[in-house]
C-alpha cells in the first residue's frame, strides 16, 4: 500500500527525573526575532526508508514553516535499502538502543536543549520508546500519526510484490509469539489481542514493555513521559491498514466483540502506568482525528501541527544547555 504526504507518494505500512515539562524560561515563546527552533526528529514508517523522497518533504515542509529547523531523520543504517529492511527485521529493543546512542552523539541534538519528535505509523510507538528509554537529548514535544501504541490484532496482508513481507507472512500469523517472530520480525514485537494478553504478557519482545503493562513497572518510563511539554496523538478516520485504528489513542478495542474501551477508562490510566494521566490533567495530552486513510496527511494538517507544537524558539547557546542539563538532574 502506499500513502501520500504533501502530496509526494511514498512507501509506509504494507504489513526517578524531574517530572515536569522544560523549564518556559529555557523554551521561550516563539518570536520571529529571537532564538531558534528546536531540532526536529523523524521515525518513518514500516516499509519507507529515510531517504524516501516524500518523507524529506515533511522535513523542507518542517523548516518552511518554522525557518530555522535542523530535521534529524531517524535510520538504523546508512544504506536507503538497509534502513528499509530493519523496518520489519530485526530486534526493536536493538534498534531503539541504536536510535538512543545516535541521537546522544549527534553534533546538533547532543548540544541543544531539548528536540521535538515526530513519529509515522510505527516509528510513533518507536519514538516514545525512545522517550521513555533514555531521552537524551530530551523530546519537548511529541507527535505520532497513525501510531500503533496499544498494538496490533491484525497482521494485514502482504502485497503480491513485497517480497519481504510475503517472505515471513506465515510465521506471523501462525506464530507470532515464538522465539523467532518476537526477536526477528517488527510488526509481531508490537502485537498484542486483547483475547490474548496471558501471551502477550509472556513472550512480548517490545510493546508489553513500553507500555509498562507488567507486574514489575519501569519508573523511569513514567518520569520521561511526565517531562513531554505536549504529547499529540493523531489517527485516520478511516484507516484499514492499523487493525484497531484507536490503537493510536492507546484505546483497547476488542476485534471480535466491536467493544471499545476509551484509553480514559483504563486501568493503565487510572493507575497511571505510563504518565499519560498525568499529561492529560494537564492538557499536555492531545488525541485528534482527521479524514481519510493511513498516511494520507495533507499539508494543511502538517503545517499547523508544526506550528501548533513545534513553533517554540530558544536561545541556543552554552549558557542555555547548562541550565537545562542542571534542571533536568534535579
Same mark, same amino acid.
Given at each position: 500500500?502506499?500513502? #501520500? ?19 518556559? *524560561? ?61 523496518? %520489519? ?42 522517550? *521513555? ?11 505520532? %500519526? ?8 491484525? %497482521? ?27 526477536? #526477528? ?43 513531554? *511539554? ?50 492529560? *490533567?494537564?492538557?499536555?495530552?492531545d488525541m485528534e482525528m ?15 501541527? %508544526? ?9 541556543v547557546d552554552q549558557q ?11
Amino acid at each position: 500500500m502506499l500513502c #501520500k504526504i504533501t502530496g509526494i507518494w511514498l512507501g509506509a505500512l504494507t504489513l526517578a527525573a524531574r517530572s515536569a515539562p522544560l523549564d518556559q *524560561e529555557v523554551l521561550s515563546t516563539a518570536t520571529e526575532d529571537k532564538g531558534s527552533p528546536l531540532p526536529l526528529v523523524i521515525w518513518h514508517g514500516l516499509g519507507d526508508n529515510y531517504k524516501a523522497d516524500g518523507l524529506r518533504s515533511v522535513g523542507d515542509l518542517a523548516e518552511s514553516v518554522n525557518p530555522g529547523t535542523y530535521v534529524y531523520y531517524i535510520r538504523l543504517d546508512d544504506d536507503a535499502s538497509s534502513d528499509k529492511t530493519a523496518t %520489519f527485521l530485526g530486534d526493536l529493543n536493538d534498534q531503539v538502543a541504536k536510535v538512543c546512542a545516535d541521537l546522544a552523539k549527534e553534533p546538533i541534538l547532543s548540544t541543544a536543549p531539548a528536540i521535538n519528535g515526530l513519529g509515522f505509523s510505527q516509528g510513533g510507538q518507536f519514538l516514545r520508546a525512545y522517550v *521513555e528509554r533514555c531521552n537524551n537529548p530530551p523530546v519537548s514535544s511529541l507527535v505520532t %500519526f497513525g501510531a500503533q501504541h496499544n498494538g496490533i490484532a491484525e %497482521f494485514q496482508s502482504c502485497g503480491p510484490d513485497d517480497w519481504l513481507c510475503n517472505a515471513w507472512e506465515g510465521i506471523l500469523k501462525s506464530a507470532p509469539w515464538s522465539g523467532f517472530a518476537q526477536k #526477528k520480525l517488527v510488526p509481531a514485537q508490537y502485537y498484542r489481542d486483547p483475547e490474548d494478553l496471558d501471551n502477550f504478557l509472556e513472550y512480548s519482545n517490545f510493546l508489553a514493555d513500553i507500555n509498562n503493562e507488567r507486574a514489575t513497572k519501569n519508573q523511569t518510563y513514567v518520569d520521561n513521559i511526565k517531562k513531554l *511539554e505536549h504529547f499529540a496523538m493523531w489517527i485516520f478516520e478511516e484507516d484499514t491498514t492499523v487493525v484497531p485504528k484507536w490503537s493510536g489513542w492507546f484505546n483497547e478495542y476488542n476485534t471480535t466483540s466491536g467493544k471499545q474501551t476509551k484509553l480514559q477508562d483504563r486501568q493503565m490510566y487510572r493507575e497511571d502506568w505510563l504518565g499519560l494521566r498525568w499529561l492529560d *490533567e494537564l492538557n499536555r495530552l492531545d488525541m485528534e482525528m482527521i479524514d481519510g486513510g493511513h498516511m494520507h496527511l495533507t499539508d494543511k494538517v502538517l503545517r499547523d501541527v %508544526f506550528k501548533r507544537y513545534f513553533s517554540k524558539r530558544v536561545d541556543v547557546d552554552q549558557q542555555t544547555v547548562e541550565q537545562f542539563d542542571s534542571q533536568a538532574e534535579l
